[in-house]
């Protein structure tokens, strides 16, 4: 499935990926960076991780906690021939950002959003001298950034996403915010 049919799929099936300008930054970024050693949190079903893949020389571990999309994107990787230079991990990127050893040039946060700040510090440790955290949907509907909550229900992941943009801010030397898609946070170590 090439990447248009991927994403029309998915919007379809109300699987949430890279909003297309999201996507843009996304691939500046790549270009800038050259990274070598890529960390994607929330595979869903493969669409960034192409994009990743796609854009740069690198090799991308990526993690993902539903069976039913891991296994998606494993066929997809596979049919694009980049089975070679990707790392599938199934499970909840809580536990397995605890047991990683080695070093990111780049970290694309897009799991959980109400996990952001609880991953920070594991994130911070993972990335290399120079690396670059990329978290989307910092804004998440624009609510983090307005004063009044839509619904109970996410008033922890808003209060928590203001915290982690706070945490950013007073662990990295350099960060942009930006207001493409649903909010960037780019830090640089
Ligand atoms: C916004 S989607 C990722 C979209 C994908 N990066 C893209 O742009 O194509 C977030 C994904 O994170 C996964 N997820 C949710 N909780 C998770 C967790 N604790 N650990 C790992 N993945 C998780 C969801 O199942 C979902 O597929």
Redesign the pocket.
Same mark, same amino acid.
């Not at 994607?40 to 079903?45: D, F, N, P």
């Given at each position: 499935m090439d990447l248009k049919d991927l994403r029309t799929f998915a919007e379809k099936n109300f699987i *949430? !990926?890279?909003r297309e300008n999201t996507e843009k930054v996304l691939i500046d970024i790549l270009k800038k960076e050259n990274p070598k050693t890529v960390l994607? !949190?929330?595979?869903?079903?493969g669409?960034?991780g192409s994009i990743i893949l796609k854009n740069s020389q690198c090799y991308l571990t990526t993690?993902? !906690?539903?069976e039913n999309?891991f296994a998606f994107a494993k066929n997809l990787f596979k049919e694009n021939n980049f089975t070679d230079r990707v790392n599938q991990i199934l499970g909840?990127?809580?536990e397995i950002l605890k047991n990683l050893n080695k070093k990111f040039d780049l970290i694309f946060l897009?799991? *959980?959003k109400g996990?952001y700040l609880k991953q920070l510090p594991y994130l911070y440790n993972l990335l290399s001298d120079n690396g670059t955290l990329f978290a989307d949907n910092i804004y998440y509907h624009g609510w983090v950034k307005g004063n009044d909550y839509p619904t109970h229900k996410h008033r922890t992941a808003i209060l928590r996403l203001r915290a982690f943009i706070e945490e950013c801010k007073n662990k990295f030397p350099n960060i942009q915010l930006l207001d493409d898609g649903d909010g960037i946070l780019i830090a640089k170590k």
């Open positions: *949430p !990926i890279l994607e !949190i929330g595979t869903a079903v669409y960034s993690i993902e !906690i539903d999309r909840d990127a809580n897009d799991g *959980p996990q």
